[in-house]
T-cell receptor
Framework: DTEVTQTPKHLVMGMTNKKSLKCEQH?????MYWYKQKAKKPPELMFV???????INESVPSRFSPECPNSSLLNLHLHALQPEDSALYLC??????????????FGSGTRLTVV | GIQVEQSPPDLILQEGANSTLRCNFS?????LQWFHQNPWGQLINLFY???GTKQNGRLSATTVATERYSLLYISSSQTTDSGVYFC??????????FGKGTRLHILP
């Protein structure tokens, strides 16, 4: 299995809703990442988990709450989002954070619309 | 921080044409990848290529690390090659930095 699987593919939520995005990989990768991508822009790093511990938080607002229940799963909990948070949310994994010599594998993303 | 510049920003070609995409980076890197983002948003890993040359079918890539650039060659373009091509590097802080991408449109 060489894939990163993200669910749901599409999500529409109101500003008062609570929802979660899910990411799963079974490649034995020990680093997992959340990226946010706005239209016609490159992906921007949000969070890095290494060995199930949060290693990097790129000053992301607290309405985004990541969780890594085990080495294969990564969640992103959403609460009280704003319309400007509408974007494509991408999950990625790699062999290890701060481990050279390996590439990144991305999921197909969740397209989020906040209304 | 490290700067990653891709050129050209946009490219429109007829099916069957060849193209060269360029990625310049301002500092030494540990890791360089080329990705293709299809119209549905999927980022597909094309090459992991911090140095040297690799080929995969109609695609090939060359990175000259000492001169801080990488090239992606696409031969005999097909409409399915359309999308955005990103170059991404890992800097000394182990953060992945994406270029702004080259938007490629292949006309049938």
């Amino acid at each position: 299995d060489t894939e990163v699987t993200q669910t749901p593919k599409h999500l529409v939520m109101g500003m008062t809703n609570k929802k979660s995005l899910k990411c799963e990989q079974h490649m034995g990768h020990r680093a997992m990442y959340w990226y946010k991508q706005k239209a016609k822009k490159p992906p921007e790093l949000m969070f890095v988990y290494s060995y199930e511990k949060l290693s990097i938080n790129e000053s992301v607002p607290s309405r985004f709450s990541p969780e890594c229940p085990n080495s294969s799963l990564l969640n992103l909990h959403l609460h009280a989002l704003q319309p400007e948070d509408s974007a494509l949310y991408l999950c990625a994994s790699s062999q290890g954070y701060r481990v050279s010599g390996y590439g990144y594998t991305f999921g197909s993303g969740t397209r989020l619309t906040v209304v | 921080g490290i700067q990653v510049e891709q050129s050209p920003p946009d490219l429109i070609l007829q099916e069957g044409a060849n193209s060269t995409l360029r990625c310049n980076f301002s500092d030494s890197v540990n890791n360089l990848q080329w990705f293709h983002q299809n119209p549905w948003g999927q980022l597909i890993n094309l090459f992991y290529i911090p140095s040297g040359t690799k080929q995969n079918g109609r695609l090939s890539a060359t990175t000259v690390a000492t001169e801080r650039y990488s090239l992606l060659y696409i031969s005999s373009s097909q409409t399915t090659d359309s999308g955005v091509y990103f170059c991404a590097v890992v800097n000394r802080d182990d953060k992945i930095i994406f270029g702004k991408g080259t938007r490629l449109h292949i006309l049938p």
